[in-house]
T-cell receptor, first 110, second 112 residues
Framework: TQLLEQSPQFLSIQEGENLTVYCNSS?????LQWYRQEPGEGPVLLVT?????EVKKLKRLTFQFGDARKDSSLHITAAQPGDTGLYLCAGVSNTGKLIFGQGTTLQVKP | DVKVTQSSRYLVKRTGEKVFLECVQD?????MFWYRQDPGLGLRLIYFSYDVKMKEKGDIPEGYSVSREKKERFSLILESASTNQTSMYLC???????????FGPGTRLTVL
């Protein structure tokens, strides 16, 4: 069974601080997706990383896929209150299903 | 704009009741999924369907069934609701199994 361990589960920081969220697995994924979910809404895709070692940037968000395609990280620079939400990583398994991490609840205080 | 809609945002049912959760997508996607979301557990796949009248069990299918009679509609059925099925239920669709999934807003189900 493929599992994704996401950490930390909760993060409360002040506006302007930097943070990193991690997703780790002992399994290899063909690609990895990051979603963001706001209260009362479903998750929305932020990015997909496909190649080992790949780095993608989305404004102040930087996503990295590990060289071995077993882990990924999301780094937010100078967090804003608008970044508040639940961040989910999801690995695409060898059967094509998404395996979700537990999620990281981020609160950015003004 | 792509859209996945779910029949109810909030639902309260009694133990033993039969519960229907409906999901409709307007993107002509082949694949549809039902997840439940619980704090600290992320999203867990209940069932998915890759074509009309086709269904596959996910990781936690016990106590649930599904129906897909039309391409745009995927229903989740709780035959006899129990309190441990109190959860947030999310429906999603995608054009391909490994592609981005588009989620509905979710149904928060409470079973008393």
């Amino acid at each position: 069974t493929q599992l994704l361990e996401q950490s930390p589960q909760f993060l409360s920081i002040q506006e302007g601080e930097n943070l990193t969220v991690y997703c780790n697995s002992s399994s290899v994924f063909s690609s990895l997706q990051w979603y963001r979910q706001e209260p009362g809404e479903g998750p929305v895709l932020l990015v997909t990383v496909v190649t080992g070692g790949e780095v993608k940037k989305l404004k102040r968000l930087t996503f990295q896929f590990g060289d071995a395609r077993k882990d990924s990280s999301l780094h937010i620079t100078a967090a804003q209150p608008g970044d508040t939400g639940l961040y989910l990583c999801a690995g695409v398994s060898n059967t094509g299903k998404l395996i979700f991490g537990q999620g990281t609840t981020l609160q950015v205080k003004p | 704009d792509v859209k996945v809609t779910q029949s109810s945002r909030y639902l309260v049912k009694r133990t033993g009741e039969k519960v229907f959760l409906e999901c409709v997508q307007d993107m002509d996607h082949e694949n549809m999924f039902w997840y439940r979301q619980d704090p600290g557990l992320g999203l867990r796949l209940i069932y998915f369907s890759y074509d009309v009248k086709m269904k596959e069990k996910g990781d936690i299918p016990e106590g649930y069934s599904v129906s897909r009679e039309k391409k745009e509609r995927f229903s989740l059925i709780l035959e006899s609701a129990s309190t441990n099925q109190t959860s947030m239920y999310l429906c999603a669709s995608s054009p391909g199994v490994k592609n981005e999934q588009f989620f509905g807003p979710g149904t928060r189900l409470t079973v008393l």
